[in-house]
């Protein structure tokens, strides 16, 4: 069984950073996929950042150059570190892992940007 467990939200003003954790417990493998989604109220949850195995690093087109996604294989800890934030980043964030076909999803931290 897989847990993720998120933190580092909260609310911060436009141009400012914030990082977000997702400890994973259970047995994770190096070749799970773990990321980042967000959903805003009234839209869907689209994938943010994720690695996958072998490193390779996908961003979503509106986060390239401001978000930056980590992993700590020893600690089981996926990380965003979230730049030059926007109010248009304002969503609940998701740790997610994907092993197969099967998603395990955090609880959700929210990040809210003001203007």
């Known amino acids: 069984q897989v847990q993720l467990v998120e933190s580092g939200g909260g609310l911060v003003q436009a141009g400012g950073s914030l990082r977000l954790s997702c400890v994973a417990s259970?047995?994770?493998?190096?070749?799970?996929?773990m990321g980042w989604y967000r959903q805003a109220p009234g839209n869907e949850r689209d994938l943010v950042a994720n690695?996958?195995?072998?490193?390779?690093?996908t961003y979503a087109e509106s986060v390239k150059g401001r978000f930056t996604i980590s992993r700590d294989n020893v600690k089981n800890t996926v990380y965003l570190q979230m730049d030059s934030l926007k109010p248009e980043d304002t969503a609940v964030y998701y740790c997610?892992?994907?092993?197969?076909?099967?998603?395990?999803w955090g609880q959700g931290t929210q990040v809210t940007v003001s203007s």
């Open positions: 259970g047995i994770i493998f190096s070749f799970d996929t």
């Open positions: 997610y892992l994907l092993r197969g076909s099967r998603n395990y």
């Open positions: 690695i996958v195995s072998g490193g390779r690093i």
